[in-house]
């Protein structure tokens, strides 16, 4: 069983900084893309960053220049570095894979139970 936990989410300024982290355990992060995505209140839920298997790394548009993802397969780990934090960036932020079954050919998608981000203006 895939299991992701998000920390590091907290209250900033504007302008201000924060890494979120994402431990999975029940499999390996370098073997599937890994992606962050936020949802603020009555929105839906958008991608923010994905990283592939090969390292290929994707990015919003509203965060490209500012916010980073990057994993560290010793601990089996992804991050996402935020810069120049903006009220806009406020949300819940939650880590996401699909865990591909080789016996019986299923694709699941698992999402962590998301951290709260809050920019303070």
């Known amino acids: 069983q895939v299991q992701l936990v998000e920390s590091g989410g907290g209250l900033v300024q504007t302008g201000g900084s924060l890494r979120l982290s994402c431990a999975a355990s029940?499999?390996?992060?370098?073997?599937?893309?890994m992606g962050w995505y936020r949802q603020a209140p009555g929105k839906q839920r958008e991608l923010v960053a994905a990283?592939?298997?090969?390292?290929?790394?994707i990015y919003a548009d509203s965060v490209k220049g500012r916010f980073t993802i990057s994993r560290d397969k010793g601990k089996n780990t992804v991050y996402l570095q935020m810069n120049s934090l903006k009220p806009e960036d406020t949300a819940v932020y939650y880590c996401?894979?699909?865990?591909?079954?080789?016996?019986?050919?299923?694709?699941?998608?698992?999402w962590g139970q998301g951290t709260q981000v809050t920019v303070s203006s």
């Open positions: 996401n894979t699909d865990q591909y079954y080789s016996d019986s050919g299923e694709v699941r998608e698992y």
């Open positions: 029940g499999t390996t992060i370098t073997f599937n893309a």
């Open positions: 990283i592939t298997s090969g390292s290929d790394t």
